[in-house]
């Protein structure tokens, strides 16, 4: 089975930290994702990645930035954390082109206060 | 507007009770996904659909994609409470990369 793993379920930061949040698959997926998720918005896509070193801005990019050095490990980083970005925020992976099912982690669940 | 439309937004039902649930879109899918998530965590995947008119079953669960690929359904027989959760559909479009387009889910509940 795909295993997706995020680094924290919970997380409670003050506005203007720098927050990183860590996904890793195990399953040597080309494709990692990274969505919010809010009540009556459903899921946005934040910025996604195809390969090591490669990042794609999906549709709410603003605010954040992504680093994937390691084909397994894609990190989404809040610069100056906001209020308006707690939310939940899921991690996903694929298999490569053309391939579209995605394998979800279990989310993290952000707080800025 | 949603690419995706999922109908309806919400739903509570007693256990026990079938139920459909629609996902549309004027746009054409190459494929067309439908995932479960539980509350506090991530959607898990059910099942893809591929080809116009397709019929899939799991268990208690079918899923329908529509003749021309803009839309699904999803029925299930005998709710139970396990069932409760928010579905996802979500359509795959090849001129689009490697992302898919999310509906805005159906969130259920299934009263013992």
């Known amino acids: 089975d795909v295993k997706v793993t995020q680094s924290s379920r919970y997380l409670v930061k003050r506005t203007g930290e720098k927050v990183f949040l860590e996904c890793v698959q195990d399953?040597?997926?080309?494709?990692m994702f990274w969505y919010r998720q809010d009540p009556g918005l459903g899921l946005r896509l934040i910025y996604f990645?195809?390969?090591?070193?490669?990042?794609e801005k999906g549709d709410i990019p603003e605010g954040y930035s992504v680093s994937r050095e390691k084909k397994e490990r894609f990190s989404l980083i809040l610069e100056s954390a906001s209020t308006n970005q707690t939310s939940m925020y899921l991690c996903?992976?694929?298999?490569?082109?053309?391939?579209?099912?995605?394998?979800f982690g279990p989310g993290t669940r952000l707080t800025v206060t | 507007t949603q690419l995706l439309e999922q109908s309806p937004q919400f739903l509570s039902i007693q256990e026990g009770e079938n139920l459909t649930v629609y996902c549309n879109s004027s746009?054409?899918?190459?494929?067309l996904q439908w995932y479960r998530q539980e509350p506090g965590e991530g959607p898990v995947l059910l099942v893809t659909?591929?080809?116009?008119?397709e019929v899939k079953k799991l268990k208690r669960l079918t899923f329908q994609f529509g003749d021309a690929r803009k839309d699904s359904s999803l029925h299930i027989t005998a709710a139970q409470p396990g069932d409760t959760g928010l579905y996802l559909c979500?359509?795959?479009?090849?001129?689009?990369?490697?992302?898919?387009?999310f509906g805005g889910g159906t969130r259920l509940m299934v009263k013992p």
């Open positions: 399953m040597d997926h080309e494709n």
């Open positions: 979500a359509g795959y479009r090849r001129n689009a990369g490697n992302m898919l387009t």
């Open positions: 990645s195809y390969d090591v070193k490669m990042k």
């Open positions: 746009s054409v899918f190459s494929s």
């Open positions: 996903a992976s694929s298999l490569g082109t053309g391939s579209y099912e995605q394998y």
């Open positions: 659909v591929v080809t116009g008119g």
